[in-house]
């Protein structure tokens, strides 16, 4: 199984950037990014391949929104633009074997976590 390991996650105001840094120990097929704030269901957020150029995105953050990797360092980033008190959340990095998949079920293995609160 991967080991990640997120990092990067803070206390930003409405409109201010954040980068979320996310280690494996390994690779599988597809990084994922998941956020779960208070109250609500886990939802994916972005979703990266390790090989190629081909990323998906939840509606609520295209745009804003950039995930990419750094296959030398097995890192993938979540770079975080225009921040909206509504992105507050604890933000987690998952690796899944299916391609590209949004389905949290389909991620084996998962980070610990990082926390973004967006003050407004």
């Known amino acids: 199984q991967v080991q990640l390991a997120e990092s990067g996650g803070g206390l930003v105001q409405a409109g201010d950037s954040l980068r979320l840094s996310c280690v494996a120990s390994g690779r599988t097929e597809t990084m994922g990014w998941f956020r779960q704030a208070p109250g609500k269901d886990r939802e994916f957020v972005a979703g990266i391949r390790w090989t190629g150029s081909i990323t998906s995105y939840a509606d609520s953050v295209k745009g804003r929104f950039t995930v990419s990797r750094d296959n030398a360092r097995n890192t993938v980033y979540l770079q975080m633009t225009n921040l909206k008190p509504e992105d507050t959340a604890v933000y987690y990095c998952?690796?899944?074997?299916?391609?590209?998949?949004?389905?949290?079920?389909?991620?084996?293995?998962w980070g610990q976590g990082t926390q973004v609160t967006v003050s407004s």
């Open positions: 998952a690796a899944s074997t299916a391609v590209l998949t949004s389905r949290g079920s389909e991620y084996s293995s």
